[in-house]
């Protein structure tokens, strides 16, 4: 891994929301690319319920300031920063006042989905594609994680189809047992189309259920990784149907070697 830059874009991630199969793992991959010299970046969402200043975030100027178009409106972008001190690892939070103010993730105090799911995932995937390309950096691997950022696959190979910095970038969806019950808002192929992105493309998540969004990020991704034991049976079938490399579920105490090995031998041949 030594040189290679890696670009993790992750819904959740410990140590700034409760640990959970994403969030741990969230964090585990980068600090083992870390940790065998590679360069990574990390990019997740910074809802209401991180704490700013016990984790010392603070905003980033030269990053923010420009408007991403979501649906026909103009929404600012914001981006803070904060490090993780003993891996000596910085973490880029995508910010928006409307977005991710609210003091909870994904759902109100009922267990409700919020009705701007849908919005939040297509913000936070153009945050961070314009974000890395403010920083200039071209990344060798893009790794999703976590259904907020599955749409990212989507507008890198679509919407961003012409952007020369991730012209050889090859992108990992990790799949988990983690998701949501129910449906995002019905309008979502609605809104990604409007972003020029064709109907046929963007129908593929009507309805917009968790297994739905997953299947996109993953016709849109160069490799898979099988992250839980319990995977919905559909997706596992899917992803294996998709004739692309798939690394099967490894438990954490051996996944670096595991994880390693697949970047290199499966994912930059």
Known sequence: MNGKKILFVSSELVPYLPENEVSLMSYEAPR????????????????????????????????????????????PLIIKVASIPKERIQVYFIDNEEY???????????????????????????????????????????????????????YLREYYKDEPLFADSRIVTSVYGRGFEGELNPELSKKIAFDNISADRSAVVDPPTYNNLLKVALDYSDAIILAAEEIPDELQEYATNLQKPVLPYVPLQEFEEAYANFYTTEVLK
């Open 100 to 154: 991710f103010k609210r003091k909870a993730t994904f759902a109100d105090e009922e267990g409700n989905l919020f009705p701007d799911n849908d919005e939040r995932a297509i913000f936070f995937a153009k945050g961070v594609v314009e974000t890395v390309k403010k920083l200039n950096w071209s990344p060798d691997i893009i790794h999703v994680h976590g259904w907020m950022a599955s749409l990212l696959p989507l």
């Open 32 to 75: 083992m690319v870390n940790s065998k010299g590679g360069q990574i970046r990390i990019f997740m969402p910074r809802y209401g319920n991180i704490n700013e200043r016990r984790h010392q975030l603070h905003e980033v100027i030269r990053l923010s300031g420009m408007n991403l178009v979501i649906n026909d409106m103009d929404m």
